[in-house]
């Protein structure tokens, strides 16, 4: 069955600028979601459009949390809302919305299956 089509599991993920890491890699456990679970990941990520802009980086974190499982490396921090906005730029943010995004997009080929 396909990774797109098994909602609950989680696939790990590496931001771009710490690829090179060989030794304790930062890494995210993002979540396969639900039909149901996506479109309301989809529903946040419209608020962060709608907010104003001392309120955008909330707003993607809270997003971001929906789909985000664990992280690991990341200075001992606890993953909270709090922590995300304390820890990542807003590009590294973008990047892990974006990434949960694609993960969770059927393609034409899988909607086949």
Same mark, same amino acid.
């Given at each position: ?10 696939? #790990?993920?590496?931001?771009? +600028? #710490? ?7 930062? +890494? ?5 979601? &639900? ?14 459009? +709608?907010? #104003?802009? /001392? ?24 993953? /909270?809302? #709090? ?5 990542? &730029? ?6 892990? /919305? ?8 059927? &393609? ?6």
């Amino acid at each position: 069955m396909p990774l797109k089509l098994n909602p609950g599991v989680q696939v #790990d993920y590496v931001l771009e +600028s #710490d690829r090179d890491i060989k030794e304790n890699q930062p +890494s995210f456990k993002l979540k396969i979601l &639900t039909v149901e679970m996506f479109n309301q990941y989809q529903a946040l990520l419209k608020a962060v459009q +709608s907010a #104003d802009e /001392s309120e955008q980086m909330r707003a993607s974190a809270n997003a971001l949390m929906f789909g985000l499982e664990s992280w690991k490396n990341m200075g001992g921090q606890e993953m /909270s809302v #709090d922590s995300i906005m304390n820890t990542l &730029t807003l590009m590294e943010l973008n990047e892990l /919305s974006t990434a949960l995004a694609k993960l969770n997009q059927l &393609t034409v080929k899988e909607k086949k299956v």
